[in-house]
């Protein structure tokens, strides 16, 4: 069969993916460029041109540099609490104790409660009045009287990010545990003999099977971080004083709440850029990885 | 195998407990909740077991009569499994071919990173334009119409897992069935679905899970029991004026269920996923 052929047929074969494609995300996205250069409402009118105006307004807005903060903030401190607390968990799970095959499944428990439920369960125990870390922390005497943690800025952005960590770190240690599973055991007894020390041995022969997976994991959890909205939405809807808006909540209040399609299409942009950048960055550094191992 | 020191392997073993109270303690209070009276859940100092398991909850989320919380409920748990279920049969049919024409053709495998990079954007790019489209079709609040949205996301996800899933079914077995004369529709139905099929069903568990888990597009989409789904539902009792606990924790445990019982099940093929395809999203 010819070359061209076997292309043509494969496109032919693709055609209902891209007919979706363009339905769903092509046309979506499209249009959203569109709107952002107009004055659209939500719902009635379909807005006149206006230029670049929404993004003047919107990159001039103290909301939005704020929300940048914030989410950049959440994502930084999220993700890197998530690797560190994964990979050392990965390293005792591959250590050998009684039980370890059960830990091992006990892990999957956070990954799979859905994002909402998990939202919600971290928000009761928060609870003001009746939450179980107030009562905890009350009943071993670490604390005096019960405190509101979603409901004071101070703390409420902290109580979402440890939330946060609580149900994606586990992910991370078990690509972490593939990871260090395919650790050949000759290398590591080899290290062993040549005397080399439990700090050196994780830096030199262990590192560089960890680092290719982590480095995807890194970088898919910040993107992911970086547009978060349902466990924010469900715990604070980005308050107390907006300390917990993020950009995805600001998009969601400008284009939905207050109805601005056409300003909140050019935020939504604006998002989608620094996301692109962040994943553009991605493709380098696993480039680069890939490159030098 | 090294000799562990007696002082370490009690250190790893504290660490281990420690590691299993911090996974387990949530999940479990969550469950604790579900079961315990009004009075143990506001009682200070707390009730950390109830004193009668109480499981009227239940009954409460599960019963089906007019108007009560537990029709709303069920009304969203049928709308959830629907919904998720048709975006995922949608998903994989669609993917199917696609990602075997993207293994077997590398002249087009540059589609293949489009088709990823569609992934990485934000679900606000495409909601405003989605919602007034929906609107103009009269899809609004409507099972079709989110099943629709939802292959945004699981059209593409979908596509990568099947795509290296056949990437791992040597193309021989195909070319020696093309010289034995095999039209290209018997080749795939008789030989490499039926080789594909352990990939493609974990592929369709992982859309299920993605639609179950869905929130932000069923937030802005659907408005009443017509097509609430299950996230959404909890959400509105963690935020609406229900002033018992219990009853949130319960809708929650309900809803974790499934997706838990399929994560403990299908651990091997889902971490095996997870560390090759990539993170569930």
Known sequence: MSGTWITTRAWLLMLPLLAVMIAVIGWPLADTVRLSFTDARLVGTEGSFVGVENYAKMLGNSNFLRALVTTTWFAVVSVFAEMVIGVLAALLLNQQFRGRTLLRALMILPWALPTVVNATLWRLIYNPEYGALNAALTQIGLLDGYRSWLGEPGSALTALIVADCWKNFPLVALIALAALQAVPRDITAASLVDGAGPFNRFRFVIMPYLAGPLLVALVLRTIEAFKVFDIIWVMTRGGPANSTRTLSILVYQEAFSFQRAGSGASLALIVTLLVTVLAVAYAALVRKAAGAT | ?281
Request: proline letters at 5%; aromatic letters at 10%.
């Open chain 2, 1 to 281: 195998m090294e000799r562990q020191s007696r002082l370490f392997s009690l250190f790893i073993h504290a660490c281990a407990l420690l590691l299993a109270v911090v996974i387990l303690a949530p999940v479990l209070w969550l469950f604790v909740m579900s079961i315990s009276s009004p009075a143990d859940l506001s009682a200070k100092p707390l009730n950390w077991w109830p004193d009668e398991i109480d499981l009227s909850r239940y009954a409460e989320l599960l019963s089906t009569a007019q108007n009560s919380a537990g029709a709303a409920f069920v009304a969203s748990l049928f709308n959830s499994l629907t919904v998720a279920g048709l975006a995922t049969v949608a998903a994989i049919a669609v993917a199917i071919p696609s990602a075997w024409a993207v293994s077997r053709t590398p002249s087009v495998s540059w589609s293949l990173y489009a088709v990823i990079a569609t992934y990485m954007l934000p679900p606000v790019a495409l909601a405003v334009p989605l919602y007034m489209g929906l609107a103009h079709l009269g899809l609004l609040n409507n099972v079709f119409g989110l099943a629709l949205v939802y292959l945004t996301i699981l059209a593409p996800f979908t596509t990568w897992l099947l795509k290296s899933g056949f990437d791992s079914i040597p193309r021989e077995i195909e070319s020696a069935a093309m010289i034995d004369g095999a039209r290209l529709d018997q080749i795939l139905r008789l030989i490499t679905l039926p080789l594909a099929a352990p990939v493609m069903a974990t592929s369709a568990l992982f859309a299920f899970l993605l639609a179950w888990d869905e929130f932000f597009y069923a937030l802005l989409f659907t408005s009443d029991q017509r097509a609430k789904t299950l996230t959404v539902a909890i959400a509105d009792l963690a935020g609406g004026r229900v002033s018992d606990y219990g009853l949130i924790a319960t809708a929650g445990v309900l809803a974790a269920l499934p997706p838990v019982l399929i994560g403990l099940i299908m651990q091997k093929a889902l971490i095996s996923g997870l560390t090759s395809g990539g993170v569930k999203g």
